[in-house]
């Protein structure tokens, strides 16, 4: 009884949405389907629906729940997130996020989703249990060091942004060992080919002299120029603190 129903059903909804499409139709169609185990054609439906009705909240969760039984994370938390983000108390968006986040097994998220969802539903045990599961799994020894051990990465990596001028105050702080990028090697290769001609008739010793004061400033203002200085407002340390 229960399959010719939902054969009925359907088939109503197949004719209504030929005849007299709407989002609320689409929405019954394509969560039809999808609990039908036609996924592919649900997921057609609910596509085509978002074209013509843009951010429809229904449509967006069912085909959020087709890519997640198609095992399309990364998809389903796409739909969810677009949900989320203009619903943030939604309930089948928060949960299917945690639940989603706990199988990818990125725990603190799964936690504040978690979290999210039993403030708005405190009476689900299941989740709370999840909950508890994920707290447990983050707290663990081998997960603390993994990620410690991201958070240094992130952390050596955003240290100094890698531009020339930076490589030149780290070099003249003693930080780096080379002293110009490629392209001032390059520049100085140049340099170098000049004064093998001898044509300017500079001495040696100048060149030498001229070169160590660039490479050691007596001042970070140096590595500015009288516009930026001027922007800034930079002005040489006078050794008194304000």
């Known amino acids: 009884m229960t399959d010719k129903l939902s054969k009925h059903e359907l088939e109503k909804l ?10 609320v139709i689409c929405a019954r169609l394509a969560e039809t389907l999808r609990q039908t185990g036609k996924l592919d054609e649900s997921r057609e439906v609910a596509d085509t629906g978002l074209r013509r009705w843009k951010n429809n909240t229904a449509i967006t969760i069912i085909l959020g729940k087709c890519y997640r039984d198609s095992g399309l994370l990364e998809k389903a938390m796409d739909s969810f997130a677009a949900v989320h983000q203009t619903q943030p108390q939604n309930l089948v968006a928060l949960l299917n996020l945690a639940e989603i986040h706990f199988k990818k097994e990125n725990w603190s998220k799964s936690i504040s989703y978690y979290e999210e ?46 531009t020339e001028r930076m490589n030149k105050v780290l070099e003249s702080q003693g930080i780096l060992k080379e002293a110009f990028s ?27 002299e001229s070169h160590i004061a660039e490479a050691s400033p007596d001042s970070l203002l140096a ?9 800034l407002n930079l002005k040489p340390y ?5």
């Not at 080919?193 to 100048?206: N, V």
């Not at 590595?223 to 922007?231: A, G, L, M, N």
């Not at 006078?238 to 304000?242: N, R, T, Y």
């Open 14 to 23: 197949e004719s209504d949405w030929i005849s007299k499409p709407s989002a």
């Open 117 to 162: 969802y039993l403030f708005e539903c405190p009476g689900d045990e299941e989740a709370t249990d999840k909950l508890e599961e994920a707290r447990s799994w983050k707290n663990s020894p081998d997960q603390i060091s993994s990620e410690t051990e991201e958070e240094e990465l992130e952390h050596d990596a955003d240290a100094f942004p890698q």
């Open 182 to 208: 490629e392209s001032e090697d390059e520049d100085e290769d140049e340099d170098d080919d000049e004064d093998d001609d001898d044509s300017d008739g500079y001495a040696p010793e100048e060149e030498e």
């Open 223 to 231: 590595f500015f120029s009288e516009q930026e200085r001027k922007d």
């Open 238 to 242: 006078d050794g008194e603190d304000e």
